[in-house]
């Protein structure tokens, strides 16, 4: 099983970014997946959840702003984020809802 997410980098308040998770060695349609994020000094938190059937929750901080989606052909992960903040700075992952498998992280900054 391996996640690779990519994406990741600096911007500006209110800017956006796409991050994008490479799913192998399993069968990504039928799993549900997650984004967490750990910002330094805090906890790992769920950011967003999206079932194998495309259902979404959402952390409400990010709620009108963030969007999870997948592409099942292509075994990818995406979290699209608009109207940055400086407190969604954190290294992102991806993971399995099972919380079984997970990515090495991709950092995001906001900064101006």
């Known amino acids: 099983v391996q996640l690779v997410e990519s994406g990741g980098g600096l911007v500006q308040p209110g800017g956006s970014l796409r991050l994008s998770c490479a799913a192998s060695?399993?069968?990504?349609?039928?799993?549900?997946m997650s984004w967490y994020r750990q910002a330094p000094g805090k906890e790992r938190e769920l950011v967003a959840y999206?079932?194998?059937?495309?259902?979404?929750n959402y952390l409400e901080s990010v709620k009108g702003r963030f969007t999870i989606s997948r592409d099942n052909a292509k075994n990818t992960l995406y979290l699209q984020m608009n109207s940055l903040k400086p407190e969604d700075t954190a290294v992102y992952y991806c993971?399995?809802?099972?919380?079984?498998?997970w990515g090495q992280g991709t950092q995001v900054t906001v900064s101006s």
């Open positions: 993971a399995t809802a099972r919380r079984d498998a």
């Open positions: 060695g399993f069968t990504f349609s039928t799993y549900g």
């Open positions: 999206i079932s194998f059937g495309g259902s979404t």
